[in-house]
């Protein structure tokens, strides 16, 4: 059916608690930010950016602070401590967006806020 909306089942809430599923919630994100049917909702749009600024810490600790402190520490396994920080988390903000709350979290809120300020 052209002209439908792919998004059009899917309610604020529910795109706001997709952003932070851990490994795949970057997805849920672009499409949330690309989406015209969230451009307008302020708290949909800074859940999509504080998902994906989770997901690039995400990255770091696999790619530079495992392989870093890996070798330097091996018996301390501070990335592990690290990826459950960002587990936590990730649930966390998941029970804070299914009750439609903007929760901030420190540094990745602030980012969230000014990149959404900055793309309006």
């Known amino acids: 059916m052209p002209g ?3 998004l059009a089942g899917i309610t604020p809430r529910t795109a706001s608690v997709l952003c932070y ?6 997805i849920a994100a672009i499409v949330v930010l690309a989406a015209h049917k969230f451009r307008g909702n ?12 989770l997901f690039v810490a995400w990255l770091v600790n696999g790619t530079v602070v495992r392989p870093m402190f890996g070798e330097l520490i091996p018996q301390f396994h ?12 990730s649930v966390f903000m998941m029970v804070k967006a299914s009750q439609d709350e903007a929760f901030s979290l420190p540094l990745f809120g602030e980012l969230a806020q000014r990149s959404m300020t900055e793309s309006l």
């Open 78 to 89: 501070i990335h592990g401590i690290v990826e459950a920080v960002l587990l936590v988390m």
């Open 21 to 26: 599923i851990p490994g795949l919630g970057w």
């Open 42 to 53: 302020r708290a949909v749009r800074f859940h999509a950016f504080q998902g994906l600024y």
């Open 4 to 6: 439908r909306d792919p």
